[in-house]
Structures are given as structure tokens and as C-alpha cells.
């Protein structure tokens, strides 16, 4: 007797994103649920994307220190770093920015991305500090400056959507939309976007993200809600790609830091905190991320074995 493995019915697919103007990267075009390759298509693997930042980081710890101080300093020598490193696309965080942070202008920024994009071939990310109303002012900006070199920006929030996506049209850019780790909010957050005019087939959900231990299985609901709605429900405005920032929340936590003389039992710190970053980033794939933002390049290692692995 045959058995012949049951399969869902699906009647939506993740739209593509594709994006750098040098060399390309894509992710997104699946018609199935994550890994489910026996039900659907899968055009691409996942994409990961090493982090830099636009200054000496203020949060990173000891072993992130150890791989990146010598070159921080300066963010083209950061990106020329992670290209040599193997990345297959380099996302910048204009965390100086922040007006809790350095503050600094908008034309600073423009000034690094300018140098940065002009320096790597390798598809490029662009984030804001995360303040609304400083984003607002800074990426309209950094948007124009990329024009032409088909970027992702982000991230546009209810408080500044507007702004940040007319400028994003107008850049020809892609564009992360980030909502408070709620499925209606996702949902409402796209609507507004495109009704704006912004072409919903380059819109990426970023849903907020956590780290293990911290909150991680609400955050993975709700992923794994959104992914459910768009494929299988047929819900239009929840059917987009999704972005993990899994750096950015892990290497935050005290299990990515804490002194093996101070937690004996947690065991090496190298290996844990590689570990938090890699399993978060490999648990948020399953709950359907195509798309990582990572620190750790031995984290980064583990994940494309995971995922080599599962294809």
C-alpha cells in the first residue's frame, strides 16, 4: 500500500524582494510554509545580513569586541570587513544618530553611507536608530543619497510611515515596516503603507523581534501567525517577507554577556553567546523570517549549515 504524504492547500505566494545594484541578493518567492519544500517552491534560500554600525557601538559586548574593535572606528573599514568575511549583504544601523545617543545630523550619515556604498558592491541595508522622529529626518535623507543602488531602508513605524515611504518611492528603494508584535498591527501598518503608493511587492514585515528566553516564544506566534495568514488564509496585506533583527535583541541579554567566573554553571561564554544568537536566528527562520540581520560570523556559520541542512 502507497501512502502518499498529505498537503496543504495554499492560496497566496511571498512576493520576491530582490535588491542591490552591483551584486544582487534575493529572498522571498516561497508558496509554502518555512522548509516545507514537498508542498511548494522555494526560489531562495534565506538571507543573512552582518551588521555594522555608523560608529564604535555603544552595546557591543566582550566577544563581539574581540572580531570587530579593530576596524569600528571607521564604517568602511567595518563593511570591507564583513565582505571579506563572506557576507552576503551588509546592513549599516545609524545608531549615532539617536538623540540619546551621539545625536549626530543627517548629513553626517548621508556622508557614511555615500563612502560605504561606494566602497563594497555588496547589497546594502539601511536602518535608522529606532526614533521615530529622528528617523523621519534622517532617512528621506540617506534615501536619496542611495538613489539608484536599490536598497532596503527602514524602519518605517506608524509614527513616521508617511515620511519614510514617500522617500523610499522616491529612492526606488524596499522598505521594512516594523509594527509592535501584534498580527493587526502588521496588517494595518502595510495597509497604510500602500496606500501611500508604495508598491506592496517591495514591503518587508518586521513584526519586532526578542531573544531566546526573552519573550521569544510570543514573538514566534505572531511570525508564525502572519505567515499563516498570508499564505494560507489568503490575506493579502500579511503575505510579504519578514525580517529578524536577532542581533540587535540577543546580544543585549545577560547570557550574552555574563563572566563564566560569574555564572559558572552557564558554561564558556564564547560558545553560549554564539549559541543565543544562532538558535534565535534559526528558530525565527521556522517561524517564517527569509530574511536574518546578524552579528556573529560564527553564528552566522551555524545558521547557513542549519539551513543547507533543512534543504
Request: hydrophobic share 45%.
Amino acid at each position: 500500500m502507497n501512502f502518499t504524504i498529505p498537503k496543504e492547500s495554499y492560496t497566496n505566494k511571498i512576493p520576491e524582494i530582490v535588491f542591490g545594484k552591483v551584486k544582487r541578493a534575493y529572498f522571498g518567492g516561497e508558496s509554502a510554509l518555512p522548509f516545507l519544500t514537498f508542498e511548494g517552491d522555494f526560489p531562495h534560500k534565506p538571507l543573512i545580513a552582518l551588521e555594522i554600525q555608523d560608529a564604535p557601538p555603544e552595546d557591543y559586548p566582550e566577544e563581539l569586541a574581540k572580531i570587530y574593535s579593530s576596524v569600528w572606528n571607521d564604517p568602511v573599514s567595518w563593511a570591507k570587513f564583513c565582505e571579506d568575511l563572506g557576507a552576503e549583504a551588509i546592513c549599516i544601523r545609524l545608531m549615532s544618530t539617536h538623540p540619546d545617543s551621539k545625536d549626530t545630523s543627517a548629513e553626517n550619515a548621508a556622508n557614511i553611507v555615500k563612502k560605504i556604498i561606494s566602497a563594497i558592491d555588496l547589497p546594502f541595508i539601511i536602518l535608522g536608530s529606532n526614533h521615530t522622529e529622528k528617523d523621519a529626518e534622517i532617512l528621506p535623507i540617506i534615501a536619496d543619497v542611495a538613489r539608484g543602488y536599490n536598497c532596503i531602508i527602514g524602519k518605517a513605524q506608524e509614527g513616521n510611515y508617511k515620511t519614510i515611504a514617500a522617500s523610499a518611492i522616491a529612492g526606488g528603494h524596499n522598505l521594512i515596516a516594523m509594527s509592535e508584535l501584534d498580527v493587526n498591527l502588521a496588517k494595518q501598518l502595510n495597509i497604510l503603507i500602500t496606500q501611500t503608493g508604495f508598491p506592496k511587492e517591495k514591503l518587508i514585515i518586521d513584526p519586532m523581534c526578542s531573544a531566546l528566553g526573552y519573550g521569544f516564544e510570543y514573538t514566534y506566534s505572531v511570525m508564525e501567525r502572519i505567515r499563516i495568514a498570508g499564505l494560507i488564509q489568503g490575506d493579502d496585506m500579511l503575505c510579504s517577507p519578514m525580517v529578524a533583527d536577532v542581533g540587535f535583541y540577543v546580544w543585549k541579554t545577560k547570557e550574552a554577556q555574563a563572566k563564566v567566573e560569574d555564572n559558572p554553571s552557564w558554561g564558556d561564554l564564547y560558545e553560549r553567546a554564539v549559541m543565543w544568537e544562532a538558535i534565535t536566528a534559526c528558530s525565527f527562520l521556522l517561524s517564517g523570517a527569509e530574511l536574518l540581520i546578524m552579528r556573529h560570523p560564527k553564528a552566522v556559520e551555524v545558521v547557513k549549515s542549519f539551513i543547507n541542512d533543512l534543504i
